[in-house]
């Protein structure tokens, strides 16, 4: 199955709104985790990660909690900007552990002013 | 953190045609990964490319079609073969960041490829 499942987007929020975008996970032992980001017509830019259970992974006022009871690393912003209109990608190591990471389908935020 | 570049960042090819990709490192790493994000898609992973070996490709995916060069630690380069506008993508290679942070990879800025 998949190693990890994120909410599906568009959203559309207005500027100084509150954000959260779902990233769920599965996987064996404690892998690391990681937020991607992709502005408009560039490449993939790590935007934060946590290494262990409990961490906690910040970022241009983008946070993200290691949730293992849950196994969730949900994305937050208390208060977005038109800047931050991107795809977010969520990205975790496969089942069983590797080098490689498998992605999130992505979410695709716009901010309106 | 590493910068990396690819060559050439966009193109507009003819079906039947083939593209070789470059990805340039500025710093020696051990494995280099390239991925295809189809248009509105999320990445897939093609090939991991390690230094003095042969690329392992992932499920879906034959050297034949997409045949890779890794010459040295710092360059590689991805051939899409036999094009067909099923093709048309975004190429992105990335790197692993270092031994002490497990999976973590950066990104070159993508090649946009448009197959006719």
């Known amino acids: 199955g998949d190693s990890v499942t994120q909410m599906e987007g568009p959203v559309t929020l207005s500027e100084e709104a509150f954000l959260t975008i779902n990233c769920t996970y599965t996987a064996t032992g404690y892998p690391s985790l990681f937020w991607y980001v992709q502005y408009p017509g560039e490449g993939l830019q790590l935007l934060l990660k946590a290494t262990k259970a409990d961490d906690k992974g910040s970022n241009k006022g983008f946070e993200a909690t290691y949730r293992k009871e849950t196994t969730s690393f949900h994305l937050e912003k208390g208060s977005v900007q038109v800047s931050d209109s991107a795809v977010y990608f969520c990205?975790?190591?496969?089942?069983?552990?590797?080098?490689?990471?498998?992605f999130g389908k992505g979410t695709k935020l716009t901010v309106n002013p | 953190s590493a910068v990396i570049s690819q060559k050439p960042s966009r193109d507009i090819c003819q079906r039947g045609t083939s593209l070789t990709i470059q990805c340039q490192v500025d710093?020696?790493?051990?494995?280099m990964f390239w991925y295809r994000q189809q248009p509105g898609q999320s990445l897939t992973l093609i090939a991991t490319?390690?230094?003095?070996?042969?690329?392992?490709?992932e499920s879906g995916f034959v050297i034949d079609k997409f045949p890779i060069s890794r010459p040295n630690l710092t360059f590689s380069t991805l051939t899409v073969s036999n094009m067909s506008p099923e093709d048309s993508s975004i190429y992105l290679c990335?790197?692993?960041?270092?031994?002490?942070?497990?999976?973590?990879?950066?990104f070159g800025p993508g090649t946009r490829l448009t197959v006719l």
């Open positions: 710093s020696q790493v051990t494995m």
């Open positions: 490319a390690n230094q003095g070996s042969e690329a392992t490709y």
């Open positions: 990335s790197v692993e960041a270092d031994s002490s942070t497990y999976n973590e990879q950066f």
């Open positions: 990205a975790v190591p496969p089942q069983g552990g590797s080098e490689k990471l498998v």
